[in-house]
């Protein structure tokens, strides 16, 4: 069943560039350092929730999209996050991301995929917990420009019966999310 997962999200990868409406600013950056001020602008999918400022805040990232009320816990929540750009390359975003969770979980699979983004290059982890939590993880780079880099991550239950649609929102998101200069932020720290 978790080959299938990995499969199906390589299949839709291919098929996301029909993403849906941007439904515009999710979340933005302040200028810190080299980087530019920043805005992430995505698209909604039906029946989820935006938030920026409450709960994505609370537990210290850009920006949540979850269905339904706030439940707190991980699964089923799509994950913004936005750092400085540190590492020479997306590669290597994405080979340490992979070697700390393998030191977390030395019993978890890996695997991974190119994700065809129309305006940015994006490459795909999938997790398999020993733990029966499966998570996906995109890596985006905006370019050298931006000074950032960005991911989406979302976990579920390895026995969620809505997987696949949970998996088809996520996947239309992440080709739908764009990075701008936003010169209408303030400085960092002001």
């Known amino acids: 069943m978790r080959i299938g997962l990995t499969l199906a999200l390589c299949a839709f990868a291919a098929l996301a ?21 920043w805005a992430i602008s995505a698209a909604t999918p039906a029946g989820w929730t935006r938030d920026c400022c409450t709960y994505a805040r609370a537990i210290g990232v850009n920006a949540v999209l979850y269905q ?13 996050n936005v750092w400085p750009r540190q590492l020479p390359a ?6 340490a991301d992979h070697q700390r969770y393998l ?9 991974g995929f190119a994700v065809r983004h129309p305006a940015m290059p994006c490459e795909a982890s999938v997790y398999q917990g020993s733990d029966h939590v499966d998570d996906v993880l995109v890596f985006c780079d905006p370019g050298a ?3 950032v880099r960005l991911s989406w991550s979302m976990a579920f239950d390895d026995a969620d019966s809505s997987r696949r649609a ?17 010169a209408a932020a303030p400085a960092h720290g002001r």
Do not use: I, T, Y
Request: glycine share 12%; charged share 30%.
């Open 17 to 37: 560039q029909a993403a849906g409406k941007d439904d515009g600013v999710l979340a933005r950056g302040a200028r810190d350092g080299n980087a530019p001020a």
């Open 68 to 80: 339904g009320e706030w439940s707190g816990k991980p699964q089923r929540v799509m994950v913004l």
């Open 90 to 95: 997306l590669a290597d975003e994405v080979q």
């Open 103 to 111: 030191q977390h979980d030395p019993a978890g699979k890996v695997s």
């Open 145 to 147: 420009a931006s000074g």
């Open 166 to 182: 949970l998996l088809d929102d996520f996947m239309r998101v992440v080709v739908a999310s764009r990075w701008a200069k936003d």
